[in-house]
T-cell receptor, first 116, second 111 residues
Framework: GAVVSQHPSRVICKSGTSVKIECRSLDFQATTMFWYRQFPKQSLMLMATSNEGSKATYEQGVEKDKFLINHASLTLSTLTVTSAHPEDSSFYICSANLAGGRNEQFFGPGTRLTVL | SQQGEEDPQALSIQEGENATMNCSYK?????LQWYRQNSGRGLVHLIL?????REKHSGRLRVTLDTSKKSSSLLITASRAADTASYFCATFLQGAQKLVFGQGTRLTINP
């Protein structure tokens, strides 16, 4: 199956700093990637849809100036958490759509962000 | 808000027994998918069932879909300790082109 990677897998940062998370489709091109956030023992919440070459579409309640998304190529999308605070600590997961009509998404392994 | 609701929220059974998890959703869907997530890890895609399908099998997994009731079930037969994980249903919404996840069921298989 298609492989999606994320980097880093874990990051610990001080409050007020910015953190960039990368999501890559390794063996396929993804015109659309998705970013999710998952708090402990909760489900995945879609944050935004990242479209190659255009602005991301954010879900209601997600601050676009705080969670910057860039999808500059068909294999890479980045999520930058700006001025991170402890409440931003979470598990961030990306996924990429495999084109071809199955609407099946392939998920990255996730990035654990801890803000001190 | 979440599209799907899953029940039960937690399920604990003995190894070898069957586990059934249910998922309900609210709006029209293109397909429904089930995923597994081990603690602190990424998602593993288990099975996809299209809106025009009623039942699908994959190994020890059996998924049903009832679009009239807007519900789906995942059955794991002959459970194993390695099946311990959280299971999520996710609906692919018509027109919206996005997956929306249910709350999940935490399944524990006791040896």
């Amino acid at each position: 199956g298609a492989v999606v990677s994320q980097h880093p897998s874990r990051v610990i940062c001080k409050s007020g700093t910015s953190v960039k998370i990368e999501c890559r489709s390794l063996d396929f091109q993804a015109t659309t990637m998705f970013w999710y956030r998952q708090f402990p023992k909760q489900s995945l919440m879609l944050m935004a849809t990242s479209n190659e070459g255009s602005k991301a579409t954010y879900e209601q309640g997600v601050e676009k100036d705080k969670f910057l998304i860039n999808h500059a190529s068909l294999t890479l999308s980045t999520l930058t958490v700006t001025s991170a605070h402890p409440e931003d600590s979470s598990f961030y997961i990306c996924s990429a759509n495999l084109a071809g009509g199955r609407n099946e998404q392939f998920f990255g392994p996730g990035t654990r962000l801890t803000v001190l | 808000s979440q599209q799907g609701e899953e029940d039960p929220q937690a399920l604990s059974i003995q190894e070898g027994e069957n586990a059934t998890m249910n998922c309900s959703y609210k709006t029209s869907i293109n397909n429904l998918q089930w995923y597994r997530q081990n603690s602190g890890r990424g998602l593993v895609h288990l099975i996809l069932i299209r809106s025009n399908e009623r039942e699908k099998h994959s190994g020890r997994l059996r998924v049903t879909l009832d679009t009239s009731k807007k519900s789906s079930s995942l059955l794991i037969t002959a459970s194993r300790a390695a099946d311990t994980a959280s299971y999520f249903c996710a609906t692919f919404l018509q027109g919206a082109q996005k997956l929306v996840f249910g709350q999940g069921t935490r399944l524990t298989i006791n040896p």
